[in-house]
């Protein structure tokens, strides 16, 4: 790769700026539109915490006007109604127990309870007296595709609401497609694919196409409440998440790419479309913050996944969508770890534990920044195109770009952290300066504190108290 890693660092330790939420909004342009804030792993506080710090500032400051997030729709509808002051639930732990779903942790934590509590009260603060103000209020919600169950539900709950009886009736015996296979839509993929019953696409096509109608006619005769172009909204989105969760299932046994694929392209219609929703408060040019995984926002087509496999995400299609006339248009902005802490499991389905992050691999992206020596600093890897509050040294950056040209390994923790197999199960291959914009680095991290943390889950204290060699003690 060239220069020994210590010269590397020495380079990447001299074009460091401290890392703070204000040092960081101050090198996003102006003129974005969309936010990208990713996280190493869906279980580390650091990540969370420095990241709503961010979001507080682009709402305060940049007028930001909703944070869409790597999440079930239905759950993350109810904390939008609370966020807004639109329901009756008397707390943000309250608002947020629809999470049920592993990984509970991911958004059912502290950290995400402590945002969404400021987040209501900059809202009800803005809103004053009228609460159907939302002109200016915030909101928080999901693009994730997996609720298919929650989302089919939720669809037949609104037309009943709306007094759509006969609509109801129409889309429950759609939706009655899926009773056949129970509970597990994973168990509909399964099954369809050895030919063991019918498939419940055009069922799913049929009923949103019926519901893009019917609220598009609604709308046009009178627009309602802003409450109602919530719910109006949510319905919608919900009858996208059955299209392309039966898409999602249907696909889900023959190969990942094509999973993937759906599932991303899939959240960036619902965020594509939570703009065009946004627009109805007045916003001519909503701008958006969107939470998800690294491996979600930077863009994959300065990674392994997007060059050998084939496999788009959400960086990567906004970017495209925004086009060349507005090339600040997104802000892809990352984080990395050396070691600490981490919440996750040892495999799907399993209790969230606190568990040890292995030392990053010698060579590895990771591994150049705890070489550094700094404990937390950001990069800037991209010159943007339109003004900033903080000055950019072009050679400096140029020079900075080369030396992480790559291709090196970056390390990605999902719900999932096997330590045992690490370089095997959580580390590809990317090209740094093409996959963020911004990158930020925090050099011993730990675990996100669930609310509902389980038996299974040490404290911070208990984890410390771990030999280095948990949980493969030998």
């Known amino acids: 790769m060239g220069k020994p890693i210590k010269e590397i660092a020495s380079i990447v330790a001299e074009r460091a700026f401290p890392l703070s ?54 759950d993350a509808f109810r904390a939008n109604l609370w966020a807004r002051g639109l329901s009756q639930d008397k707390s943000a732990e309250e608002a947020l127990s629809d999470f049920k779903r592993v990984p509970t942790w991911m958004w059912c934590n502290t950290t995400v309870k402590k945002f969404l509590e400021w987040l209501r009260d900059f809202n009800l603060q803005v809103k004053g007296a009228n609460t ?45 497609c899926f009773d056949r296979y129970g509970a597990d839509a994973a168990m509909y993929g399964l099954l369809l694919r050895h030919g063991a019953g019918p498939s419940c696409e055009d069922a799913a096509v049929q009923e949103l196409l019926d519901m893009l109608k019917m609220v598009r006619e609604r709308t046009k005769q009178a627009p309602g409440k802003p409450e109602q172009r919530e719910w109006d909204f949510a319905a919608q989105a919900n009858a996208m998440v059955v299209k392309d969760a039966e898409s999602y299932y249907r696909n889900m046994y023959f190969k990942d790419d094509i999973t993937w694929n759906i ?17 109805s408060y007045g916003n001519p040019t909503p701008k958006i913050v969107i939470w998800a995984h690294n491996s979600h926002l930077g863009d994959a087509r300065a990674t392994d996944m997007g060059i050998t496999r084939g496999e788009v995400n959400v960086g990567q299609l906004l970017r495209e969508r925004c086009g060349d006339s507005h090339p600040d248009c997104v802000a892809n902005l990352g984080f990395t770890t050396h070691t600490g802490t981490v919440a996750a499991a040892d495999d799907w389905d399993d209790p969230v534990q606190n568990m040890r992050v292995n ?29 900033l509050n903080s000055a ?83």
């Open 359 to 387: 030392p990053s691999l010698p060579g590895s992206y990771e591994n150049i920044m705890h070489s550094t020596q700094r404990p937390a600093f950001g990069l800037q890897l991209t010159e943007p195109a339109g003004p």
């Open 21 to 74: 939420a204000r040092g960081v909004v101050n090198r996003i342009p102006r003129n974005a539109e969309w936010v990208l804030i990713g996280e190493a792993s869906h279980g580390t506080r650091e990540f969370y915490e420095l990241r709503a710090e961010i979001t507080k500032v682009l709402i305060q400051e940049r007028g930001f006007n909703a944070i869409a997030a790597e999440a079930d729709f239905p």
């Open 132 to 176: 159907q103000n939302l002109e200016k209020s915030v909101g928080f919600y999901g693009l994730d595709v997996y609720s298919l169950s929650a989302s089919t539900q939720a669809v037949i709950d609104y037309l009943k609401r709306t007094n759509n009886p006969e609509a109801a009736k129409i889309a429950k015996e759609r939706y009655s």
């Open 392 to 474: 950019t040294d072009p050679e400096a950056l140029r020079v900075l770009r080369s030396e992480l040209a790559g291709p090196r390994l970056e390390r990605a923790i999902g719900v999932i952290y096997r330590p045992a197999t690490e370089r095997f199960s959580h580390y590809f291959k990317t090209y740094l300066p093409d996959q963020f914009d911004i990158l930020m680095h925090i050099d011993k991290t730990s675990a996100l504190e669930p609310l509902f943390p389980g038996d299974h889950f040490k404290s911070a204290a208990e984890a410390a108290d771990l030999p280095e060699t948990f949980p493969f003690a030998v």
């Open 263 to 279: 599932r991303d392209r899939h959240m960036v219609e619902t965020a594509w479309a939570l703009k065009e929703h946004l627009k």
